[in-house]
């Protein structure tokens, strides 16, 4: 396409000077008519000349932009294939985030379960100790006693030191073998 170019308008610069120059010729001696023909054609050489070095240049910058091209398409590739490795990493993480949520309902779960199994067993195991001491008719033991209906959350420290006696005296006073006590429970603590 360039090279047409270049062909058609060097055709037209050389046909322009031959006109010019016949026009010359005919008003002019012979003598002139060569000189200027002449210079003419020296002038149509540098003009090729140019126009040879400007369509050198042009297809340099065709070349140029056809190396650019070619890059800016291995980049695109690039930034597809680096476009596919990300979306596949966030399914992974999406699918470890899952994985993970269900893990942890799983493991709440089997803890609740779990506590649930403890507390029943220890309420088996302070029932059957409670159930397993005989019958009080009253403290063991003379002097004078306080009756103490056991609360929520009481300890035998806690009475003993409230009451200002030991653990070891309400558990004799109670006949009890263990330091286990009972919500509502009547225990008798001596009186000093």
């Given at each position: 396409m360039v090279r047409k170019f270049v062909m058609s308008v060097s055709?037209?610069?050389?046909?322009?000077?031959?006109?010019c120059g016949c026009e010359s010729m005919m008003n002019d001696s012979p003598d002139k008519g060569a000189l200027y023909q002449k210079q003419q054609f020296?002038?149509?050489?540098?003009?090729e000349a140019n126009i040879a070095e400007l369509a050198t240049k042009v297809n340099s910058t065709q070349d140029s932009m056809a190396d650019t091209v070619r890059q800016m398409s291995q980049m695109n590739q690039q930034i597809s294939s680096l476009a596919q490795r990300n979306k596949?990493?966030?399914?992974?993480i999406a699918e470890l985030k899952q994985a993970f949520l269900g893990e942890k309902?799983?493991?709440?779960?089997?803890?609740?379960?779990?506590?649930?199994?403890?507390?029943t067993e220890m309420s088996k195991v302070a029932n059957s100790v409670n159930s397993t001491a005989p019958a009080q008719s009253g403290p063991a033991g003379k002097g004078k006693f306080a009756e103490?209906?056991?609360?929520?959350?009481a300890t035998l420290l806690a009475i003993a030191q409230a009451y200002g006696v030991s653990v070891d005296e309400i558990k004799?006073?109670?006949?009890m073998t263990k330091d286990?006590?009972?919500t509502g429970q009547t225990i008798y603590i001596p009186q000093k």
């Open positions: 055709s037209l610069i050389i046909a322009a000077f031959i006109l020296e002038m149509i050489r540098t003009q596949a990493l966030e399914d992974d309902k799983e493991r709440q779960a089997a803890m609740d379960g779990m506590i649930k199994q403890v507390g103490y209906k056991v609360q929520p959350g004799k006073a109670n006949k286990f006590l009972k």
